[in-house]
C-alpha cells in the first residue's frame, strides 16, 4: 500500500501539484487519470522519488520514503517497478539484456535461470524471438512491452506504469491491459497506471483518481465513473464520440 | 558564482561516482567496453598523428640546425624531447579531449534525456558510479598506455623522415634519441597524462549528466565538455610542469 499525504510540488512558481492526499492500494490497479499537462507523470515521479516534493510525505507501506536518505531510498527502490513514458530501454543493450539487467544487479541467478526468466517475462508480453534485437529495431509498442518485461522482471511490490499503452493499436494496448492487472493480482503488487485512455479505465480501474490541473478532483471506480455527476470529470470522459454514444445507451 | 555552484556540483557527483560498484561483475564488464570505445578505437588516431608529428619535429629540427657547430645529436635528441614531455602527453590528450570526451558527454547526455538515467535510478542503481567510474578507470589506465604508444611511434616518425628526406642518417638519429636520457622524464609525461585523462573522462561526464531538456542541450553539452577539458588540461599542464620539472 502506498499513502500519499499532502503532497504539493512547484517548478518555480507554476504549481504543478496541489495538497494530493490518497491511497494505492495492494493488490489492486489504481489508476491515475487527467488531461495532458495535468501532472500524472509529476505525481508518478514524486512517488518514486525522481522529483523531491515540496511538502507532504509518502509512505510505502508504512515507510516514510520521502524522508529517507538516497541510500535508504535506493533499498525501496528494488522493490518497485517502474514503466517510463518513453519506455527508457537502454539502447546499448538487446532485448534480453535490458530484461535481464535487474537480475544481473540485483541477483545471484545463474545465466540459465536467468536466461529462462527473461523469456517467461519476455512470453508474458507476446514477445518472443525479439531476443536479440536492439531497441533501435523495435516498433514503439514492442519497446514499451520489453519495458514492462524488465518492470517485472524482478517481480517488484510496486508497479508504476508511465501511460503503458499510448502510441499502441486497440487490440495491443488491451492485451497491455489485461497484463497489467493479471500480473498485479498474480503478485499481489501495488500498481499505479497513468492513463488518458477511456478503455482502459473501463477495463481495469479498480480504483481512479481523476487529476484536475494539479488538484486531486475525484476518486472511485470504473462502475462509478460513468455516472458521476462532477463536472470537470464528465467533460474528460465524455470528450470523444465513443463514449459519448456509450452514455446514450446506458 | 555560477562557476563555483557547477564546482560543488562536479564534486558531488565524483563523490557519488567514487563508491564500490554494486557488483563487480557488472563493473567489469562495463570496463572492458571502455577499454574498448574510449582506448582501443582510438590507437589507430593517435598513431596517425604521432608518425606525423615525429616526422615534422626532425625535419624542422634539422632545418634549423644547419650550423655545423652544434651537435649532429640534437635532431634525435630534440625530437625525442618533445614528445615526451608535451606533445604525446598534452596535445594527444587535448586530440582525445575532443574524441572520448564529446563521445561520454553525448552518450551520458543521450542516456539522460530519454530517462535511461533515471531508470537505472529507480531500479535502485547509483547512475554515476555504474555509468561515470568505469569511463574514469579505463581512460586513467589505458590513456597512459597510448602516450607510450605515441611516444614511440613519434620517434619512429622523425626516422622516417630521416630515411625519406636524407636530412641525416640513421645512427646520427638514433645517436641523438638516446642522448642525455633523463627518466624522470618519461614520469612526468605519464603523471600528466593520468591527471589529464582523469579530467577528460570526469568533466565530460559530468557535462553528460548534467544535461537538462533534448537533443540541442546534449550537444551544446558535448562541445562544452571537450572545451572545458581543453581549458583544464592546458591549466593543470602549466601547473604541473612547475612543480614537477623546477
Ligand atoms: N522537469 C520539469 N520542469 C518544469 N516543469 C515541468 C517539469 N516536468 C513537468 N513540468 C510541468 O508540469 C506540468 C505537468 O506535467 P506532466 O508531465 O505531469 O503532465 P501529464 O499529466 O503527465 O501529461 P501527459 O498526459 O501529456 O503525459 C506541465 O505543465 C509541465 O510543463
Ligand atoms: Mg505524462
Known amino acids: ?250 | 558564482m555560477k562557476i563555483i555552484a557547477e564546482i560543488g556540483e562536479y564534486v558531488l557527483l565524483m563523490l557519488q561516482a567514487f563508491r564500490r560498484p554494486d557488483k563487480g561483475k557488472v563493473f567489469r564488464r562495463q570496463l572492458m567496453m571502455d577499454f574498448q570505445d574510449l582506448g582501443t578505437n582510438s590507437i589507430g588516431l593517435i598513431g596517425f598523428i604521432s608518425v606525423f608529428v615525429g616526422a615534422i619535429i626532425a625535419i624542422q629540427m634539422a632545418y634549423n640546425m644547419d650550423n655545423p657547430l652544434l651537435s649532429h645529436k640534437l635532431v634525435g635528441f630534440s625530437t625525442r624531447q618533445m614528445m615526451i614531455l608535451e606533445l604525446s602527453p598534452t596535445i594527444m590528450s587535448l586530440i582525445l579531449a575532443g574524441k572520448v570526451g564529446s563521445s561520454i558527454a553525448s552518450e551520458i547526455g543521450t542516456m539522460k534525456v530519454t530517462e535511461q538515467i533515471s531508470a537505472l535510478k529507480v531500479m535502485g542503481i547509483n547512475p554515476a558510479n555504474y555509468l561515470i567510474l568505469p569511463k574514469i578507470t579505463a581512460a586513467v589506465i589505458y590513456n597512459p598506455l597510448l602516450i607510450i604508444f605515441s611516444i614511440a611511434l613519434g620517434i619512429l616518425g622523425g626516422w622516417g623522415a630521416c630515411l625519406t628526406t636524407g636530412i641525416m642518417s640513421t645512427t646520427y638519429y638514433v645517436e641523438g634519441v638516446q642522448a642525455w636520457y633523463e627518466p624522470f622524464t618519461l614520469t612526468y609525461a605519464l603523471i600528466k597524462t593520468v591527471v589529464f585523462a582523469f579530467i577528460i573522462s570526469s568533466v565530460s561526464g559530468y557535462m553528460g549528466y548534467t544535461v537538462e531538456g533534448g537533443s540541442v542541450e546534449v550537444a551544446r553539452n558535448s562541445t562544452k565538455a571537450v572545451v572545458y577539458s581543453s581549458i583544464l588540461i592546458i591549466i593543470f599542464d602549466l601547473i604541473l610542469t612547475q612543480l614537477l620539472l623546477i
Open chain 1, 1 to 250: 500500500m502506498i499513502e500519499i499525504n499532502n503532497i504539493s510540488k512547484s517548478f518555480g512558481d507554476q504549481k504543478v501539484l496541489n495538497n494530493i492526499t490518497t491511497t494505492f492500494e495492494k493488490g489492486k490497479t489504481n489508476l491515475i487519470i487527467g488531461q495532458s499537462g495535468s501532472g500524472k507523470t509529476v505525481l508518478m515521479k514524486c512517488c518514486i522519488g525522481l522529483f523531491d516534493i515540496d511538502e507532504g510525505h509518502i509512505d510505502f507501506d508504512k515507510r516514510n520514503f520521502s524522508a529517507f536518505s538516497e541510500k535508504k531510498k535506493r533499498n525501496i527502490r528494488k522493490e518497485m517497478g517502474v514503466l517510463f513514458q518513453g519506455g527508457a530501454l537502454f539502447d546499448s543493450f538487446t532485448v534480453e539484456e535490458n530484461v535481464m539487467f535487474p537480475l544481473n544487479m540485483f541477483t545471484k541467478m545463474s545465466l540459465e535461470e536467468k536466461r529462462d526468466r527473461v523469456n517467461k517475462m519476455l512470453s508474458r508480453v507476446n514477445l518472443n524471438n525479439a531476443n536479440n534485437k536492439l531497441p533501435s529495431e523495435l516498433s514503439g509498442g514492442m519497446i514499451k512491452r520489453v519495458a514492462i518485461a524488465r518492470a517485472i522482471s524482478l517481480r517488484p511490490k510496486y508497479l508504476f506504469c508511465d501511460e503503458p499503452n499510448s502510441g499502441l493499436d486497440p487490440k495491443t494496448a488491451e492485451v497491455i491491459d489485461a497484463l497489467i492487472s493479471e500480473l498485479t493480482e498474480e503478485f499481489e503488487m501495488t500498481t499505479v497506471v497513468n492513463t488518458h485512455d477511456m478503455n482502459s479505465v473501463l477495463q481495469i480501474g479498480q480504483k481512479i483518481s481523476y487529476i484536475y490541473k494539479g488538484n486531486l478532483w475525484w476518486e472511485g471506480s470504473n462502475k462509478e465513473i460513468m455516472k458521476t455527476e462532477n463536472k470537470e470529470l464528465n467533460d474528460f470522459v465524455f470528450s470523444t464520440e465513443l463514449t459519448r454514444r456509450l452514455k446514450l445507451k446506458l
